[in-house]
């Protein structure tokens, strides 16, 4: 089964909206990590924020803001007053405190000028 | 924080050929980890390098064709032998940093590998 899933294959959003990317995920540990990723056209991948199991905070920082909710097992990721230098695809990702990094299928985002 | 160097960034091989992907790190790490990125999906681990023992494979990834060496704590090299058209994708090494709340994994820039 999927640890964890990014229904959304592809978004499409002219600049300066809104848009919030999904996750989902599903682990019986009680103790893990979620993570989200930004993959940009040259293909690198930049770490965007980590939080643990438990930690439901939400958080806030400059456009982004990401919203962890254990009862419905997701951590999704708005990007507010989006602009081109964010399209890129996107992953989310858990880690149950072993060694392993469970990725998302990613979520392809395209800001239209 | 990790910083990771791998080389080659891209390259286009010719079938039946192999390619081996370098990956050094600025710090001592205990594992390094190998994906595959195939065009427009998510990462796959192929493997977890050990120093000292033999690489770890997932389900669908073989020594023979995905062989991968750790002399070191700070290097790893993995290999794609006899490659194949299927085989055109993204490979990227990376290390985590357990540290709690500060738990995170880096990646390499990735090497972009075309099979023709």
């Known amino acids: 089964a999927q640890k964890v899933t990014q229904a959304q294959t592809e978004i499409s959003v002219v600049e300066k909206e809104d848009v919030t990317l999904d996750c989902v995920y599903e682990t019986r540990d009680t103790t893990y990590y979620l993570f989200w990723y930004k993959q940009p056209p040259s293909g690198e991948l930049v770490f965007l924020i980590r939080r643990n199991s438990f930690d439901e905070q939400n958080e806030i920082s400059g456009r982004y803001s990401w919203n962890f909710q254990k009862s419905t097992s997701s951590f999704n990721f708005t990007i507010t007053a989006s602009q081109v230098v964010d399209s890129a695809v996107y992953f989310c990702?858990?880690?149950?405190?072993?060694?392993?990094?469970?990725f998302g299928t990613g979520t392809s985002l395209t800001v239209i000028p | 924080s990790a910083v990771i160097s791998q080389k080659p960034s891209r390259d286009i091989c010719q079938r039946g050929t192999s390619l081996t992907i370098q990956c050094q790190v600025d710090s001592q790490v205990t594992m390094m980890f190998w994906y595959r990125q195939q065009p427009g999906q998510s990462l796959t681990l192929i493997a977890t390098?050990?120093?000292?023992?033999?690489?770890?494979?997932e389900s669908g990834f073989v020594i023979d064709k995905f062989p991968i060496s750790r002399p070191n704590l700070t290097f790893s090299t993995l290999t794609v032998s006899n490659m194949s058209p299927e085989d055109s994708s993204i490979y990227l090494c990376?290390?985590?940093?357990?540290?709690?709340?500060?738990?995170?994994?880096?990646f390499g820039q990735g090497t972009r590998l075309t099979v023709v």
């Open positions: 390098a050990n120093q000292g023992s033999e690489a770890t494979y």
């Open positions: 990702a858990l880690s149950e405190g072993g060694n392993q990094f469970y």
């Open positions: 990376s290390v985590e940093d357990w540290g709690g709340p500060n738990t995170e994994a880096f």
